[in-house]
């Protein structure tokens, strides 16, 4: 089944929340899941990844420890939603040195975030990991290799230039396993409904055959 | 003479603008999103069709109805249902609907309606695709409905006082766009001059609404009275609108697109202070203003509610008309900047109600200085989600203390302050608004807080230095992302934020419904309780064969005449 992207951006965020991540970090998750299914990648089945990977973690235990030198998380894994916020308000710093991240888990995820930081430099900005490269001008894309790594050493950095535009999807076809999970967590943004809440909570009219 | 030249008379503030019961107290004008469509339609000379017609004795069945512009096609197809009275309900969770519709982008195919009649009748619970671009469903006003039939199968028209108590034959319930339910993204129409400004679709697929709902009231009565039926007298058809019934799942909107809000009242806001600066006025501007003053007095008098607020409202707005008129009585509205004079005194001698109604009456004579202000009104920035990590800490200081300054005064602490949690509910995915002190819905609250939320991160600021940065600020404080996000969207969308309190004990859901509302262009606000209010929409517009020759921009003014 296609989806229309705004489903995926919904969804996305209400899943990524679903784990106790900050309303913040969802709507990140949500642009960014929705910017790699625009891209034909598999946006969802990444989240999903990501998701699993880091239900039951605090955003501190998966976010990098200082933006100082390479960034690790204190766990020793980063989530690539956390290292991505961080690539996305870091951008300025790609003009002074590259920024080197280590074991960052679905590193797929930081491509929507290279993107943002292309945009906020007005430049070409590259990210590598073994086996996949992508060079992003904040407008187009280009990837070599299969981005679909489970975690990676990555590094990010300015240079190189497009050369070749990816066409983009307007809808989305998720895996139905992944789109199911992340269904799954998005309901535990919705409360559990109560006679008070039936009754009050919306508010309507007590009739409507008039 | 030459003058020297004048200090521009600037807009209002945010400050003033944006307080929650100002917001509920905003009028339609002549940016609402139903006049920009029907001005348009007129202008580039749509023509429309029903290529389809096929409905039952028992009023069951499916029609087609299309609208053609210079470039493209637009169709409506509704599909016409029998509901029993126990299952018919407003809320968003009711699971069946007299009618049922969708936008087709284009002509549909005998498949195309095939296939959508497996879907569209479920709503929620069907899909539609990318060639779909929007999904509603409406019932009807029973009282009204039986009588019309009834009246018309006999030969008579109806009764005109039955009418103007209820406005319209139908209400929509819910009207989806973007992507709803597998329909096609926003983006793909964004681009399109017809559909470029706000809502345009959902304007247009409300308009075709209106034309079905018509022809069908006319079809059941012709049915059931074979030939002792009369058609529906014109003036009658015309007056009626189409209902529209809300509920809270609208309020979230405006806190939920700051930059799409702020484009909204900033282009009413700039409209406004354009015509406050017109220095002299012509007379025949002048006696434009009085008439359109006069039919809006009309449309004042039509306005009924039975809600205990607008009641109060609606005897304020009254008393507001026999002071304006007294007043304007002894104007010339033509030297000395006579519409900054009236807004000031409107400031000065009116309710909320009237000065909002004042500011929305002035723009009326001016459509060159207003009309082009459309183009601003939807979100063409793409960039605005993105946070600048680079920003200091005491520049977001300042920020937080220019938009929310007033917010990090206000004792969070207090249950009065903080007593209500917007939540979705599980059992229909709904948005809700509880008590957060006695229901278990705190910790799944949406946020819809934003004042709230920005004195806690005003709070979190008092322990750093104003040169670091917002990227370490977040790097360590990843749950004020959202609100730094919205400060930093503040600069350049300055009218963004609501400036009240969304939670307190006295919010009113209501307020922020009738001003998304106000900007379609609805009229006749009638609140069912604080968070539900039904309104109207088209009444008195052409139908579809009478773009080419009737007004499509003032018909939100009753005709006097025909009132008499």
């Known amino acids: 089944m296609s989806f229309a992207l705004n489903e995926v951006e919904a969804t996305s965020k209400k899943a990524t929340r679903g784990i106790g991540f900050s309303w913040g970090i969802a709507e990140e998750a949500a642009k960014a899941t929705r910017w790699l299914c625009a891209q034909g990648l598999p946006g969802c089945e990444t989240l999903a990844a990501v998701l699993t990977d880091n239900d039951g973690k605090t955003m501190g235990d998966v976010s990098p420890m200082s933006l100082d030198g390479v960034w690790v998380g204190a766990s020793g894994r980063l989530c690539p939603l956390m290292a991505g916020a961080s690539l996305n308000d870091c951008a300025g710093k790609l003009t002074l040195n590259d920024i080197s991240m280590n074991n960052v888990s679905n590193p797929m995820m930081l491509l929507p975030f290279t993107h943002a930081a292309a945009r906020h430099v007005g430049a070409t900005v ?35 230039s497009v050369t070749k535009p990816e066409e983009r999807e307007t809808r989305a076809t998720p895996s139905g396993d992944s789109w199911q999970l992340l269904n799954q967590l998005a309901q535990r943004t919705y409360a559990p409904a109560t006679e008070q809440s039936r009754l009050f909570g919306a508010g309507a009219g007590t009739t409507d055959n008039d | 003479m030459e003058t020297v030249a004048q200090t521009r008379i600037s807009p209002r503030s945010p400050a003033q603008v944006m307080r929650l019961s100002r917001l509920g107290s905003l009028h339609q004008c002549r940016l609402s999103f139903m006049r920009i469509l029907t001005r348009r339609m007129q202008r580039e000379r749509w023509t429309f069709s029903r290529p389809v017609f096929e409905i039952d004795d028992k009023g069951v069945g499916v029609a087609v109805y299309s609208a053609h512009g210079p470039t493209r096609s637009y169709s409506l197809i509704a599909f016409a249902h029998d509901l029993p009275p126990e299952m018919r309900s407003d809320r968003v969770i009711a699971t069946a609907w007299d009618a049922t519709f969708t936008l087709f982008d284009g002509i549909p195919t005998r498949e195309d ?25 409406a019932n009807r006003s029973v009282r009204l409905w039986e009588h019309f039939v009834d009246a018309l199968a006999n030969g008579q028209q109806p009764d005109i006082e039955k009418v103007n108590a209820v406005g319209y034959l139908m209400r929509t319930t819910a009207v989806y766009g973007s992507g709803k339910l597998g329909a096609a993204d926003r983006e793909k129409t964004a681009e399109r001059p017809e559909t470029n400004a706000p809502f345009q679709v959902e304007m247009l697929s409300v308009f075709l609404t209106r034309a079905f709902v018509r ?106 008309l026999d002071r304006l008129n007294a007043f304007v009585a002894g104007e010339d509205l033509i030297n000395d900047h006579p519409w900054h004079r009236l807004m000031n005194w409107s400031e000065a001698n009116l309710s909320e109600e009237g000065q909002e109604l004042v500011a929305s009456l002035i723009l009326e004579p001016y459509a060159e200085l207003v009309d082009g202000l459309a183009a601003c009104l939807a979100n063409t920035n793409t960039d605005s989600f993105h946070i600048n990590g680079a920003m200091s800490v005491g520049e977001l200081k300042d920020l937080l203390n220019e938009c929310f300054g007033w917010a990090c005064d206000v004792n969070w602490q207090e249950r009065e302050n903080c007593a209500r949690a917007w939540y979705v509910s599980e059992e229909k995915l709904e948005p809700r608004l509880g008590e957060r002190f006695e229901e278990p819905i705190a910790e799944y609250e949406q946020p819809l807080a934003p004042a709230r939320d920005a004195a806690e991160l ?31 969207v503040h600069v350049y969308a300055p009218y963004g934020e609501i400036q009240d309190n969304t939670i307190s004990a006295e919010v009113l859901p209501i ?54």
């Open chain 2, 458 to 488: 005003n709070a979190t600021l008092a322990d750093w230095a104003s040169d670091a940065s917002v990227a370490e600020l977040l790097l360590k404080h990843p749950e004020h992302r959202h609100t730094v996000r919205r400060l930093q």
């Open chain 2, 113 to 137: 309606i095939d296939r959508l009649s497996k879907n569209v009748p479920y709503q929620e619970a069907g899909r539609v695709t990318d060639s779909e671009i929007s999904v509603s469903r």
């Open chain 1, 126 to 160: 590259s990210i590598s990991w073994d086996g996949f490269s992508a060079r992003c001008d904040g407008n187009r894309a280009t990837f070599e290799g299969t981005p679909d790594a489970v975690s990676a050493d990555v590094v990010v950095s300015l240079m190189g």
């Open chain 2, 215 to 320: 022809d069908l009231v006319n079809f059941m009565a012709q049915s059931r009275g074979g030939d002792k039926a009369v058609a529906l007298d014109p003036t009658i058809a015309r007056s009626l609108g189409i209902g529209n019934s809300t509920g809270l799942g609208m309020a979230p909107y405006i806190v939920n697109h700051p930059v799409l809000f702020n484009n909204w009242i900033t282009v009413r806001e700039e409209a406004i202070a354009r015509v406050r600066n017109v220095i002299t006025a012509t007379v025949s501007e002048a006696n434009d203003f009085r008439a359109v003053l006069r039919q809006s007095e009309r449309n004042v008098a039509l306005w009924k509610s039975e809600h205990p607020i607008q009641v109060e409202k609606l005897a304020d707005l009254r008393m507001d």
């Open chain 2, 511 to 564: 307020d922020m419904l009738r001003c998304k509302l106000s900007f379609f262009g609805a009229t006749h606000f009638d609140p069912r309780s604080d968070r539900w209010v039904r309104i109207c929409m088209y009444g008195g517009a052409p139908y579809p064969e009478e773009i080419s020759r009737r007004d499509c921009d003032r018909w939100v003014y009753p005709e006097l005449e025909a009132a008499q």
